[in-house]
């Protein structure tokens, strides 16, 4: 389980604040079973050619937050700290989320029993980030630019979800956080502790983001269950 954030602004700003805050959050929270967010953490943001850059850590993100420097003035940024549901699955870099494909930056948490298909990947977030880049790569039935559009990008998160429903034996929580580069998306479906899987949302003239738990300092409102939500 762990915990991420999205976030777009209509200004250039420094994510170094939300950051911190996003960094305290991940210390105070604990999943459902006593289990925490330290077992590494990423941070990817737009630069000004409007390509994604990133960082990735093994250490906790409220250990090495502010040895971070070099982040620059963004409009669109993502977070993920990670907790390793598995031992075998600690202290290995490339499980580090966000994952970068062309314009898209995505982050994952939730767990899943029983998935029937075979997909490439290490790791479940691997497997889910795989399928999902395939159908936006391969959109059913549009042209070739449909799955660019954000109408594109919500059917895409929802057929997902159609056949991870249909080819798993329970989903405990499945959350996805994309962005495309211009907008933001969350999908959030989750069957049971809906205290720790829930996302919530802030937004006001200038500042726009979707996070695991409210962040200190801003007045988030809840996402229901079982939506897609598109900032």
């Not at 006593?34 to 943001?45: A, H, K, R, T």
């Not at 977030?125 to 391969?138: E, G, N, P, T, Y």
């Not at 449909?146 to 594109?152: E, F, L, N, S, V």
Request: hydrophobic share 35%.
């Amino acid at each position: 389980m762990c915990r991420f954030l999205l976030c777009k602004s209509k200004q250039k700003t420094n994510p170094q604040q939300i950051l911190e805050s996003f960094a305290k959050m991940a210390k105070k929270s604990k999943a459902f079973d006593g289990d925490w967010q330290g077992d590494g953490w990423g941070i990817s943001w737009l630069d000004k050619n409007n390509c994604w850059q990133i960082y990735k850590s093994l250490k906790p993100i409220w250990e090495d937050v502010q040895s971070i420097k070099r982040l620059y003035m963004t409009t669109m940024f993502a977070i993920h700290a990670r907790s390793a549901t598995f031992p075998q699955h600690k202290k290995n870099i490339e499980y580090n989320q966000p994952y970068l494909y062309n314009q898209y930056a995505f982050v994952f948490n939730g767990y899943l029993k029983g998935v029937s298909l075979s997909i490439p990947g290490k790791i479940g977030a691997q497997k889910i980030w795989f399928l999902l880049r395939k159908v936006l790569d391969h959109p059913q039935g549009d042209n070739n630019k449909r799955h660019k559009h954000p109408a594109g990008v919500i059917k895409a998160l929802e057929k997902v979800k159609n056949l991870l429903k249909k080819n798993t034996k329970q989903i405990q929580a499945l959350n996805i956080g994309l962005s495309d580069g211009e907008k933001i998306y969350a999908l959030t479906y989750y069957s049971k502790h809906p205290k720790y899987y829930q996302l919530h949302y802030y937004k006001d003239s200038s500042l726009q983001f979707i996070c695991s738990e409210p962040l200190e300092g801003y007045s988030s409102a809840l996402i229901t269950a079982n939506q897609i939500i598109t900032l």
